[in-house]
């Protein structure tokens, strides 16, 4: 299990503060804070009793407007780590095609170094750099 506080990172970590909402099958869905991102995973706060933990799978909704949910960006995790204060550590396995374009934008308007970020898709276009999963656009329904 990665450590929670080793902050050395594959890709540019951006400080972010965001609603989102953690989805697991069978479970009512966990509303949680963004609390960091990345093209390949996330941090987030979750102040509920029952947060997910272990090797789950899990949708991870980012609620950018909620009035509309046109907006929403889906994107498919793992939970990495979890600890006793509500901290959630996610690697995210993919993303829907429809959400894709929205996640890029996010992140790259919201980082002070845009053009590092632009230079890791351009170096990196599956986004995850290393041998395990691939974080690319997926067309599969979650199921």
Not at 78 to 94: A, C, E, P, S, W
Request: glycine content about 8%.
């Amino acid at each position: 299990m990665a450590d929670p506080t080793d902050n050395r990172r594959k890709l540019t970590r951006i400080p972010i503060h965001l609603r989102a909402e953690l989805h697991l099958k069978g479970e009512p869905a966990c509303h949680v804070r963004l609390e960091n991102i990345s093209f390949s995973g996330a941090g987030v706060y979750c102040e509920q009793m029952h947060t997910p933990c272990g090797q789950q799978d899990l949708r991870m909704v980012l609620v950018l407007n909620p009035e509309d949910n046109r907006f929403d960006i889906n994107l498919h995790a793992q939970v990495v780590y979890t600890h006793k204060d509500g901290r959630i550590g996610l690697h995210f396995t993919g993303i829907d095609a429809e959400s894709y374009r929205h996640f890029e934008h996010l992140m790259i308007f919201n980082s002070e170094h845009g053009d590092d970020l632009i230079r890791e898709l351009t170096e990196h276009p599956g986004l995850e750099p290393s041998e395990g999963g691939l974080f690319a656009p997926i067309d599969a329904p979650d199921t």
